[in-house]
């Protein structure tokens, strides 16, 4: 008797397993493929019965919004000066693609502009009651934009008392209410009998810089005047008309002149705003042209300018 092989063949353990044809049933040809080569290789394979891989999710997409933004070209709508200094609105100039260096901040509306519009607020407490108000104003470039708003910073008593010889301070802001430009003028006399004491506006941009004056010159019949820039040189001058009544429809101008007063290079005219406003209110409305190549600083001085020009001869209660 012949003894028992040493070892003796056992079946392949197939616990937890299954065979290959098994696993791969209604999968893809490519697969089925693979199954024959394994097993005309020899033998039976097997594999594990859990799934193959299903390969990784695809990357989560970028959130909508979310990157480099187009910049911003047009100054915020919906944040206009609230309260006393106007409506909340659109219309706002657009922001240039590019400004100069040079050019004071709060400054880049004047760029390119030749024309100014200057229009008071009607308070209805000064027309129908005769109390003096502080003043407040919309300035528009020539598309009508809005580039400014202003308004006067002075006390009750003062307004009242002291006229249009009063001193002021007119703060010029932008639709986000920081102020851009400030305005001085100090008490003064404006009449020919007192040459030691006329008219002088200073002009900061922005406020505590100085960029510009206009002084009154003395004269017996036309009031002239001279722009100067920060260092004191004349750039240019106004003269103004022989008399400063508006009659009915026509408009009061004074000339701006070069600083030889060789040619006319633009004008302050106000103009006339109907028969019911100009005899009940002092709400005024003035057009402002200048040469287009003027420098900004200047451009904001013939601005000053202006209110100079309203307060001395157009800013009378209506009790006067």
């Not at 003894?3 to 937890?16: E, H, I, K, N, R």
């Not at 509306?109 to 129908?128: N, R, W, Y």
Request: with cysteine.
């Amino acid at each position: 008797m012949s003894a028992p092989p040493p070892y003796s063949l056992a079946p392949p353990v197939t616990s937890g397993y299954v065979k290959q044809s098994t696993i791969y049933e209604g999968y893809p040809p490519g697969i089925q493929e693979e199954r024959n080569k394994s097993q005309s290789a020899g033998g039976t394979m097997y594999m594990p019965s859990y799934p193959p891989p299903q390969g990784y999710p695809p990357p989560p997409t970028q959130p909508v919004g979310y990157g480099v933004q187009p910049p911003i070209i047009n100054q915020p709508t919906g944040l206009g000066v609230q309260g006393q200094f106007g409506p909340t609105d659109s219309g706002w100039t657009p922001i240039p693609a590019q400004i100069p260096a040079n050019c004071p901040s709060g400054l880049y509306p004047l760029l390119g502009i030749d024309h100014l519009f200057v229009k008071q607020k009607i308070e209805l407490l000064e027309a129908f009651v005769g109390f003096e108000t502080n003043n407040k104003y919309t300035i528009k470039n020539n598309q009508g934009h809005k580039i400014f708003y202003a308004v006067e910073d002075n006390d009750c008593c003062t307004r009242n008392c002291c006229g249009n010889l009063r001193s002021f301070d007119i703060k010029i802001l932008d639709n986000m209410k920081n102020e851009v430009i400030h305005l001085n003028r100090e008490f003064a006399c404006q009449s020919c009998c007192f040459p030691c004491c006329l008219q002088k506006l200073e002009v900061f941009s922005p406020p505590g810089y100085l960029i510009g004056t206009v002084e009154q010159n003395w004269s017996l019949c036309i009031d002239e005047f001279d722009v100067k820039n920060e260092s004191g040189t004349t750039v240019l001058k106004l003269e103004g008309p022989l008399c400063t009544t508006s009659c009915c429809g026509s408009d009061v101008e004074f000339k701006v002149l070069s600083k030889d007063k060789s040619a006319v290079v633009g004008k302050i005219s106000k103009q006339w705003s109907g028969f019911g406003r100009e005899l009940f209110t002092d709400s005024d409305m003035f057009g402002i042209s200048f040469p287009l190549d003027l420098d900004v600083r200047m451009k904001a001085v013939m601005l000053g300018a202006c209110f100079l020009i309203d307060f001395m001869y157009f800013e009378t209660s209506s009790n006067d």
